[in-house]
């Protein structure tokens, strides 16, 4: 990776509030002092995030839609799905795009000339670990076996043979009998599990990112250390609408008009893009 996308991760992983409590030795909750000294530096931070992004050409936070529509499209992204509503007397826009080579989605909100909020979503698979890579989300369990899941090379199940399964807690069993059954079994499906990934068996991560800062630095993160899965396993997202849908009364629970759209919208997607996502869970 690149000198200043590392930088970039890793100004992206300082915690400012952290970092005045180590130099004042004090609560920031209890000490006005350590607040202030943490909030100057987020400025700091905030203004050389600004210039090491924008050195780069990559997105960041209050960007233009025009500028972050170009910054997007450049790395490859393509604009598959859009939609304006209104907002506080502002006409908007929501706009969904795919990255292709890496069966990436983006969708993000516009407000006034801006872009307003959004989040990148994929399946990835880790070549080690995914410490200060990844961000929601969470690893994939097939559900046809007792272990989280595992894949070959090419991304088929892999089911551990012979893999125990979990002692179950029966009604009026001491919680003590029922730890010291558990441990041997644990230990010996840690085991086994272990073993699989020392020989090469893969995990796959379903995960997504907020898109307005770092979107490139992230994703070139993400493509260094492991790999996207062209067709998903499962997909990330729980819906794609606009940020006024929320504010429907009736977009509640069980969100069932947040999933009857986000169903319409995909069905506009090209045939490709429908294929490489997969089916739509809610």
């Keep these: 990776m690149k000198k200043e996308h590392i930088e970039i991760l890793n100004l992206k992983s300082i915690d400012p509030l952290a970092v005045a409590e180590t130099i004042t030795g004090k609560d920031y909750k209890t000490d006005e002092g350590t607040t202030w000294m943490g909030l100057a530096i987020q400025m700091q931070k905030s203004k050389e995030m600004q210039w090491l992004l924008q ?93 989280q899941g595992l894949y070959n090379k090419d991304f088929t199940p892999f089911f551990i043979p012979n893999y125990p399964k979990r002692i179950e807690w029966e009604s009026g069993m001491p919680y003590e009998q029922w730890k010291a059954l558990s441990k041997p079994v644990e230990e010996e499906m840690t085991k086994l599990y272990n073993a699989a990934t020392l020989d090469g068996k893969r995990q796959v991560w379903v995960g997504g990112h907020d898109c307005r800062e770092a979107l490139i630095t992230n994703i070139k993160a993400l493509f260094e250390n492991g790999v996207f899965l062209k067709e998903w396993k499962e997909c990330p997202f729980s819906w794609l609408t606009n940020y006024y849908d929320h504010k429907d009364s009736n977009a509640r629970y069980p969100f069932t008009s947040h999933y009857d759209k986000t169903r319409k919208i995909i069905s506009q997607f090209p045939i490709h893009v429908q294929n490489a996502i997969g089916q739509y869970r809610p």
């Design 55 to 147: 050195s780069i050409g990559d997105t960041s936070y209050g960007m233009k839609t025009a500028d972050y529509i170009n910054a997007v499209s450049k790395f490859g992204f393509e604009i598959i799905y859009s939609e304006e509503f209104s907002h506080d007397g502002n006409n908007n826009t929501m706009y969904v795009m795919w990255l292709n080579d890496l069966s990436i989605l983006l969708k993000f909100d516009t407000y006034g000339e801006n872009v307003n909020s959004g989040d990148f979503y994929y399946n990835w698979s880790p070549n080690g670990s995914r410490d200060r890579l990844t961000s929601s989300g969470h690893f994939l369990f097939e559900k046809t076996d007792n272990h």
